[in-house]
DNA sequence: CTAGTATGTGTAACCGGTTACACAACTATA
DNA sequence: TATAGTTGTGTAACCGGTTACACATACTAG
């Protein structure tokens, strides 16, 4: 392996001119920068970032802390993190937190550790002294940690606001509103977005606490049906949720969009799969992976960032499971 | 920071028999043992990773290497991965491929300097001397790169035997296979392991080329459906592409199971939110992951690996794409 | 003409570990 | 009793970079 030493031998130069002139610092004559550059090209040299870490503290270690890859939300999200980190030279290091936060306190000790240049987090716990006190750059999905950390966020409410009116347009008089976890920062902001719009109109609406979890979604929709057959339109914090109750209207033998309509909340992949094809709030997942490692990049470069906080637009993507026309 | 100094300094010893202790190599007495653990306790010393990674070279990372973390076959895999690696102290770094053999070899070259301890390569590049050469532990997965790499698989063969008699021990006479990609060797396995069986009975079959993405799917199954009506079992070599067959059969109005019965190959998440839910050949993927990740970190620490190949088994799952009863 | 600033470079310490080697003391063997 | 082997420890070099500081020269302004 060819050092930086060898490097100045060869280009009759000091080591300290070979680092200025690698990495752009101080003072380096046009001579001198030939002659290193000439070396480098020459030796083949590359510069081993495990020893800079250790005298420059740093690294070029992404963290993206995540509840569970496995959740369909996520992966998309990761690709986004890891494509952008790429091209910015960073590494992404994969952290499945399960929501727990020792395991996420344990993740950002074992990275410092690394000397790891900062994180991405989305998380739900609501209070992360673990975050606040990590002296790092952070940036958070979906949740605003504190008012220090920049936050990327769909527009949650003005998108459940956009799936309630497309339910409400094509005549649904009796909507049941899947409410996710009470204790999810964007479920909650979805909750107040169909309140809002509700209750604008004159129409009959259940709301339902229920988890982003298919088995439990479907049977918690197969009940409400059976309790109130007058349900005509369901609402769904979440695809995922939306498949179930989409897979509880199927047994149930309700025709779907005929007598029941669906929307979902997401736009993952699996809305298209489904038959009929999931209509859903599309969140740009992708982008806001994006835009989140870019700003986390700022951070981590000392530059200056536009927003503390970032609003991604959602979509309305209609498909099979609502009506086509407007009534 | 405390550095190894500090806690020789306080235990009274050098810094070599900290080392040693830590290490648990060469000789220690008792007493200075007792010493130096007690200095450590006291000031709360942690090993410096990069400091050490630094000289002996080595490091705790593990760089998983897939295609797409989007594609839902991989986010449980890479679950896997980091559950165990974590286990044993180790760090997981996703890297997405897109099958492009330039990003995995700029990946190796990337990670080699930061002295990545070893990779597990899910890949269908055929060709890769950059894995060959690379000079560190490697473990693939789904695909043999050379002897000299241990390999973990599901039993392809055998699951497209399995999936295939499904279909004809319930009366299937006319079976539309979807093979996979060509140069993918799983999907080669399943390919013979379809046509094994389907050869030893009297059964009409077809065989499409068809990639593992869903309209793509639909789209060459509708086509199919439409020119052979004579059509009663799909077998898929993927779910995604299962999928696809159940959405191009509910658009004709071919009812399944009754007209046409289909199986999958993969057993995601997804087979059990379709309606009807999907029969598939469900391959243990989080096991698959475990396993490599174990083999691997052996490989890492120089113990003996049983194998050289471990070949986990499928099990067929039954839902509604196919008829409850053997005829 | 001189002080002050910008330009340019090298030496050597430092980041925080590991380890080769030298050396001491003690035990076992012939 | 001489010799070899085992146990135990410390010094200092080393991994491969960065950078504080000292120093030298050239240029500018007063």
Redesign the pocket.
Known sequence: ?T???DVAKKA??????V??F??S????????AEAVSAAVAELK?E??PV??S???KKSNLIGLILPDITNPFFPELARAVEDIALTYGYTVILCNSDEKPEKEKNYIETLKKKYIAGFIVTSNQSDAPHYANANLPIVALDRIINEKIPTISSNNKEGASLGTKALLDRGCKNILFLRGPEDLNPANDRYEGFMETIQQVDANYHVVSCPFHFADSQKIVEQMLRDHPEIDGIFASSDVSAAGALKAAALLGIAVPEKLQIVGFDGVALGEMLTPGLTTVAQDVYKMGAIATRVLIKRIENQEIDHQFYEVPVKLVLRGTTRSGIE
């Open positions: 392996m050092t930086i030493r009759g130069v000091s080591v300290a001119t680092s200025r690698l990495n610092t101080g003072y380096v004559s046009q001579e001198a040299y510069l081993n020893a800079r250790l005298n420059t």
